[in-house]
């Protein structure tokens, strides 16, 4: 894609280097370029100009293929009353395409997400890396982890790693650590035997430590120290993904027979804190968070089975149990929580778009070229 400014002042193009479709813009004098190249937005897929308006604004066509877009958000939420008190917003602005596995830093002042873009138009091969964004400036670096594959991302304790469930470069299925400057990839745990897999991994409250499932046919939750090796299977099993280690590591909360459950990782008996009956069915997508106090879980819900056309909507309960409450917040295919340390921001993931074509716009990029 190559279009002008009507002034013939602005030019602006697009870049498919190492697979990601970047816009860029460049300026013009008496018909040359002057300097070096703008990039403006980061993976826009599939892109078709539209036209460049007056005051400098750049209008193109998208296609979403198959799902549409799924994309991260944010949104506030008031820690006294439980609801929403704005509405979600896009969590990043230059990575438009399949952004996925939002996680906030332990200090609040970075986000993590997986970043992916359809190869083929039509297909479900997509080109992945982790995108670590600055909250303050916007900025994101990029990093590319030496996994070829990896899922959910939680940043560790001290901020330096992130945690992930992924397949190494030579297909080895496991947990891993991702380190958060260079994406080199340490394998933390790997399954026995080709029957098992890992899944759903989360950090102790000191780092030292990981949960996680392993899974056959039920999900046994097993917990591993990471300075010997030992592991050490929890009294309690899962049938749907998802684990939430308390703050001060003291209960881990996962989903069992459409049921909300808290386990003491010290041991003791599953406690049942929300029980739904069908057709309302727990959303179990990474869908699982405690509020930085310790004193609450949010989750999400839907009336039928999870699909990525369903609508999800967001609640919360005490970790005493009680009558959940409703936060205001439903999207379609909502799922994977990420609460900021502050207990008022929450980030997530949800379907934006539709099927077929969307019109966009980058508004006075033209001006930053002058």
Request: hydrophobic fraction near 35%; charge should be positive; glycine fraction near 10%.
């Amino acid at each position: 894609m190559k279009v002008c400014s009507p002034e013939g002042k602005s030019l602006f193009s697009t870049s498919t280097r190492n697979l990601r479709n970047n816009v860029y813009g460049l300026h013009i004098e008496n018909g040359k370029s002057v300097g070096s190249p703008l990039l403006i937005r980061r993976v826009v897929v599939d892109l078709w100009a539209i036209g460049v308006t007056s005051q400098g604004s750049l209008y193109y066509n998208t296609w979403h293929y198959n799902r549409g877009f799924r994309n991260i958000f944010s949104a506030t939420l008031d820690p006294d009353t439980g609801r929403i008190q704005s509405a979600p917003v896009l969590a990043t602005s230059l990575s438009i395409g399949e952004n996925s596995y939002f996680s906030w830093s332990p200090d609040g002042s970075k986000t993590a997400y997986r970043t992916a873009r359809i190869v083929e138009p039509g297909s479900s091969q997509c080109d992945c890396s982790m995108a670590i964004q600055d909250v303050a400036s916007g900025s994101v670096r990029e990093i590319r982890p030496r996994l070829s594959g990896f899922g959910k991302l939680q940043w560790r304790p001290d901020g330096k790693a992130l945690l992930t469930a992924g397949v190494s470069l030579d297909g080895k299925e496991g947990i891993f650590s991702i380190d958060a400057l260079t994406g080199e990839a340490t394998a933390l745990a790997l399954p026995e035997s080709d029957k098992v897999r890992l899944q759903g991994p989360v950090w102790g409250p000191d780092g030292k430590s990981i949960l996680y499932f392993s899974w056959t046919n039920v999900g046994t939750m097993v917990l591993r120290n990471l300075d010997n090796g030992r592991t050490r299977e929890l009294e309690a099993r899962a049938d749907r993904g998802g684990l939430a280690l308390s703050p001060d590591g003291s209960q881990v909360a996962f989903f069992n027979r459409n049921a909300l459950m808290t386990l003491p990782i010290s041991g003791g008996k599953a406690r049942t804190i929300l029980q739904l009956k069908q057709p309302e069915y727990f959303v179990s997508i990474h869908a699982l968070a405690w509020t930085p106090d310790g004193r609450r879980l949010l989750f999400l819900k839907e009336s039928a089975n999870y699909s990525e056309q369903s609508v999800s909507t967001l609640w919360r309960v005490s970790a005493d149990g009680g009558e959940p409450e409703n936060t205001g917040l439903a999207m379609k295919g909502m799922h994977e929580l990420s609460v900021h340390p502050d207990g008022r921001r929450i980030g997530f993931t949800a379907r934006s778009g539709s099927d077929g074509p969307e019109t966009w716009a980058i508004e006075g990029f033209a001006s930053l070229l002058q």
